[in-house]
């Protein structure tokens, strides 16, 4: 039985997409993801002949070139972020709860709670 765990040192599942899923989950040519895999940019097995790459990796991949990072958001699963409106309140944050967007700074993310 596997167990939830905090601790970031245990080992966590790896996600891992086919060729043509993250081709359309990031808005790209599966050419392009096949060139990233050629140039070692993201990480990959060979599972039944076929190419399995890293969720994880490309994320990262996807963050360092600016026009795959447009294309995720405009053709590929960002696209779709606005329409994730969470409508039931009951599991929708509480707008008091949230710091301002001035009180951030860039990159921090917002806490699971403030104490």
Known sequence: MAQATDNPNQSKE???VSV???AR???VNPLT???AIKDQ???YVVVAGRYKV???SLVKWSQLHTTIK???NNRGIGQF???WKIKNPLYSPNPKSLPKPSEMKQGELIPAEKK
């Open 14 to 16: 790896m996600i891992r």
């Open 20 to 22: 043509s899923e993250a």
């Open 25 to 27: 989950l990031f808005g």
């Open 33 to 35: 993801i096949r060139r």
């Open 41 to 43: 940019e993201i990480t």
């Open 54 to 56: 890293n969720f994880e």
């Open 70 to 72: 447009n294309k995720l």
């Open 81 to 83: 972020v606005d329409k």
